[in-house]
Every structure is written in C-alpha cells, then in structure tokens.
C-alpha cells in the first residue's frame, strides 16, 4: 500500500507530539518535520507531499504570505496535493483567506491529534476519489469550503427559540461560539481561553465583554424565554427550577442538540 506523504510544520510543544502519532499510522509517512518555517519553501521546491499539514503562525515566516508566494509561483514548487491548516487564531477573516488560498481544511487549536491524522485520511481519500471521477462520496468528506450559512441558520433558530433576543450582543457572540465549537468539539475545554478570545476579535471587543454578553443572553432566555422550547431542546440536562446552565453547558447543550 502506498503510504500518504506528511509535511509537518508546527511548533514544537504541539508539532512533537502530532508527528508521533502520525507515525505510528501504518498509512502515513512523516517526509519531513519542521518547526523553522524558513525552510519550508526551499523543502517544497524540490519535494513531493500528499498532505502538509502547518501552523500559518510561525516565526521567520508568515503562512498565509506562503501560500501567497506557492500560489504566485507555482511553477517553482512542487504544490501540495493537500493542504491543512492548525492555528490557535480563528476569525472569519482567516477562514476566508485560507479558503482564497486552496487550503482543505482549518483546524483550530487544541485539537487532538488523531482528529487531525482522520481529517488526512478523509482529505486525502476525497483528493483520490476526485481523479477517479466519484464526486458523489467524496462531497460527503470534510472539506474546508462549505457554506457556513447553513450552519448559522439553525444555530439562530435555536437561539430565537429559546427566547434569545437578536439584537443583543450575547445573540452574536453565542452564535459564533456556537459554530466554533461544532466545528471543532475539543474547544469546548477551551472556551475561555480559545472560543472567547476568537469571537472577541472578530466583534473587536474583549473577552470579558464577550463572557459577560453570553452570561446577559443565557439569563435573558431563561427568564422570559420559550419555557417549553427550552425543555425540548435541553431535554432532562437542565431544570428550569434550579440553577441556570454555565456558558459552557448551554454552548456544549445546543452543540449536541444540533449534531
């Protein structure tokens, strides 16, 4: 069986632990790991990778302006079949410039590193499928350049539903929280120190704010919200007599009612 080709390019803390996993797949092949992104051109030149998977944060060079450059230039790179990124920094912006950039897939940090070796799997399967003409299994993959207003759609619903008021702050934040966190389920560990600092960049507002709208929101909702739409959406996780759910349960709650 031919082995999937990795090109690693992370920081150490993050890039040692992924490359033994990846290793110790029988499929994959690590070709080369890097944390000095200033040798990532020159590697790329004269290499070739099914699958690089790198952090587009990282010192000596900026990623995004490296697949600016392998965009550009293509004829002096060997490109990539596949390319992943993996940033602790999410924001819509960066979404839509990897996406301007041929990159599959977004990954945000932390995740676990076998969520990353299945998105090579999956990326790499829907890559062979495209050459032999099966489009049909192959749409059914991840792949980074989907719609995300089907995903706002229902999460809004839900939120009306409740009783959530779209014109306060804490509507928006919860919303993108929201998507965040079912795009990628490893956040939810990591709400404060991940999910709010992202929505806090992307309103241009801070994380204490960002918290405090949510905490507004959730109480507004459970006060004079949808009684019985609250007990069909939360089923038996929550009592509406007792305490009302954290931040990260009502989150975590509408992420499990929309999967």
């Known amino acids: 069986m031919k082995k999937i080709k990795v090109l690693l390019c992370d920081h150490r803390q993050h890039g040692d632990l992924l490359m033994k996993h990846v290793k110790a797949q ?15 051109l020159e590697i790329i030149k004269h290499t070739e990778i099914d699958v690089l998977v790198m952090d587009p944060l ?16 293509s004829s002096q790179y060997k490109k990539p079949k596949n390319i992943i990124l993996i940033s602790t920094f999410y924001s819509e912006y960066a979404l839509l410039k990897a996406v301007s950039l041929d990159v599959d897939f977004f990954i945000v940090k932390p995740t676990q590193p076998s969520y990353i070796i299945k998105v090579i799997n999956e990326i790499t399967d829907c890559t062979n499928k ?8 192959c749409q059914k993959s991840y792949n980074l350049k989907y719609n995300r207003d089907e995903l706002y759609s229902p999460i809004m619903n839900i939120l009306h539903e409740i009783g959530v008021p779209a014109h306060i702050k804490g509507f928006l934040y919860l919303k993108e929280s929201i998507l965040l ?4 389920n490893d956040l939810i560990n990591s709400i404060t120190n991940i999910v709010y600092p992202n929505v806090a960049k992307t ?37 509406l007599s007792k305490a009302k759910p954290t931040n990260i349960e009502f989150i975590s709650m509408i992420v499990n009612h929309l999967k």
């Open 26 to 40: 029988g499929n994959l092949e690590v070709i080369k790991y890097i944390n000095d992104s200033s040798r990532l």
């Open 58 to 73: 990282m010192a000596n060079l900026d990623g995004y302006q490296f697949l600016t450059e392998l965009q550009r230039d």
């Open 130 to 137: 495209l050459k032999n003409k099966n489009t049909f299994d």
């Open 181 to 184: 966190v079912y795009e990628n």
């Open 203 to 239: 309103y241009r507002t801070t994380v204490s704010r960002v918290e405090r709208a949510i905490r507004h929101a959730i109480e507004v909702a459970w006060n004079r919200g949808n009684i019985d739409a609250i007990s069909q959406i939360f089923n038996d996780s929550v009592s």
